[in-house]
């Protein structure tokens, strides 16, 4: 989404700020003292570049490549020879080759075009394979240098690979200035005990707006209409009314909006935390007791492409062999793939709106409940004009798509993974019917 765009997007929010109120506790009842207010300050610290869970850990395997892109950006994750992820631009320094194609040898990095290998630092290990060593010899400095990787910072950690997007790979890691900490994105720093929890998770690929994905998940309204008939709970349908009271709270780390039932009896129905750049969590009662959290991240792969890594933190169903008898992470599977199926076509056609310049003042009205948007559209103009992350790595009409249709690797977009879930779904269910009708037809 370009500058331009949002701020004409923003301008109609700002206006319908105005009625739904703006302090840091707020009920979604209009504050009739503020209403004459301004934009409010952006109050978190995080822009849009920064430290990103970039994919989950069993995505990275010994030996193998992972291609994927952020902001337009081809890169590459792979584990060297101890191990470590290495998040490397995919662009070989030699003649501007991708490592699509290329292999890993004992952990090195080899390029497909002229085999240069590549040690876990960066450095060309076989640079007479490319060369006549004795021009390498005499201008080492001017040439045998410069065939080298440039790399972004890389953490695993909790099974995430998360990775400290700059948009400028360097040859040095520790030139790298990492101004924002990590440990800002962490969940465990905002009080979530995960290493008490199970989790099942899966990886989905749009090819949409990230921006509107992410305030998909922000998004508790369409929950009902969206996804009543997917999601295993029976005050989550189309038949539920659908209005909360809302306290919202802008920290320097997060975006929270507590939805409370109107009916105080019920309590509260959900929470919903934004933490900059990309991700968001939704659980319901005390961080640190919660019954179940909900982490979902979202990688700007390019522009109208985006990946989301959605994992699900549970209390109950922890026994591992309760959790296999009732098929529980291919139940589990199912309910996501469904989830993000449904929001898909309303994802893309929405992008194509915003694209289009459709979603301006007049055209669309926020209402009380889309106030955690509101609140992150603030974030997000600011995070846009101060990063400009999309103005790093251009692209236009001409540029080919290579890259950005490789990284569709999941559903919905690619819906491989759901029917192999729903096919081994329904193998294991059938095992479990037929063992006892054996048994019973033996005894007989
Ligand atoms: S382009 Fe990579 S080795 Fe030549
Ligand atoms: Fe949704």
Redesign the pocket.
Known sequence: MSEEELKQFNSLSLAEEATMGKSNEVNNEPNVKEQTSVKPSNQLEGGLLGWYAACSSRDIKEGKLHNFSMYNEPLVLYRDKDSNVRCIKDL?P????SFIGGELKEGELV?P????RFSSKGECTNLDR?TCSHIVESNYDNYAKKIHLSQYPCVEKDGYIYIYYTGKAKTDLSDFDISSPLENTLIETYGYKTKEYEYEEVTVDFKADWVRIVENHLDILHIFWVHGGTIPDKDVSRNVITSFNQAITRESRQIQSKYNHKDKSKGEFITVKFLPPGRVIIYKGDEETSRYVQVLDHIPLAENRARVIVRHYRRFMKNKIFTNIFLFRNLQHRVFYKVFSEDYIILKTQSFNQQMGYVEKDNVKLLGEDKMVQYYWDWLQNALIKDKPWELHPTNAHTNTVHKDMPMLYPPENPRLAIKNKRDLAINLAIRLLIPIGMILLII
């Open positions: 070989c030699h003649r501007g080759a390029c075009y002229h085999g240069a490319l």
